[in-house]
Each structure stands twice: as structure tokens, then as C-alpha cells.
Nanobody
Framework: QVQLVESGGGLVRTGGSLRLSCAASGHTFSSYTMAWVRQPPGKGQEFVAAISWSDGSTHYADSVKGRFTISRDNAKNTVYLQMNSLKPEDTAVYYC???????????????????WGQGTQVTVSS
């Protein structure tokens, strides 16, 4: 059973930074593509970023490119999302997600992921 636990959310002002962490257990972490997906209030899920296990390649939604950075530490079974220059529209519940990677394909949509954490709230005040 794959388990994902997020931490690091909170309240921050516009322009501020936060770092989210996702601790994984119950699987061979290094074989999984990891991602962050968010759900703004009253809206559907949005893909934010993903990182491949095979070559470490990263993929970002256009709305966060240049501001957010996804990274992973396979030794610690942890994936991170560094969020800089935060905007009010980044306010959302952020979920960590995982799927066993097949080949070089990295899903860039929320429905491409099988395992999910419980989410952590990020609120950006104006």
C-alpha cells in the first residue's frame, strides 16, 4: 500500500515562499513518477508539476513555470515543491500524487496518477 503524507502548507503573503514536502512509504519510491496537483476553492484539480524517477526530468504547468521547483530525494523517499513569488491565485489544497512509471512517460494531468496524499492547504493573501 502506497502512502503519501504532505506537509509544509500555510498562510503566506503575495510574493512570499513556501516549501511543501511529501513523504512516501510502502513502495519502491525510486520507481515512481511523483507529482503535485492542486485544487483551488470551488474548482477542479490542476496539474502543477511532476518529476520522473528514471532521468529526473521535470514538467510544469505554464502557470507556475519559473516560480515553482519540484525535486526529489530518493534516499529520503521525499519529494518537494519549492514555491516562490506566490500569488493569490496559487491558493489551493496541494496534493502529492504518485504512479509507477512505465517507460519515459510522465503524466501531466491529475487523472494520470494512482496514489494520493491527504492534501495540505496553501493560502496566499493579497
Amino acid at each position: 500500500q502506497v502512502q503519501l503524507v504532505e506537509s509544509g502548507g500555510g498562510l503566506v503573503r503575495t510574493g512570499g515562499s513556501l516549501r511543501l514536502s511529501c513523504a512516501a512509504s510502502g513502495h519502491t519510491f525510486s520507481s515512481y513518477t511523483m507529482a503535485w496537483v492542486r485544487q483551488p476553492p470551488g474548482k477542479g484539480q490542476e496539474f502543477v508539476a511532476a518529476i520522473s524517477w528514471s532521468d529526473g526530468s521535470t514538467h510544469y504547468a505554464d502557470s507556475v513555470k519559473g516560480r515553482f521547483t519540484i525535486s526529489r530525494d530518493n534516499a529520503k523517499n521525499t519529494v518537494y515543491l519549492q514555491m516562490n513569488s506566490l500569488k493569490p491565485e496559487d491558493t489551493a489544497v496541494y496534493y502529492c500524487a504518485a504512479v509507477m512509471q512505465i517507460g519515459v512517460s510522465v503524466p501531466t494531468k491529475a487523472n494520470g496518477y494512482k496514489y494520493w496524499g491527504q492534501g495540505t492547504q496553501v493560502t496566499v493573501s493579497s
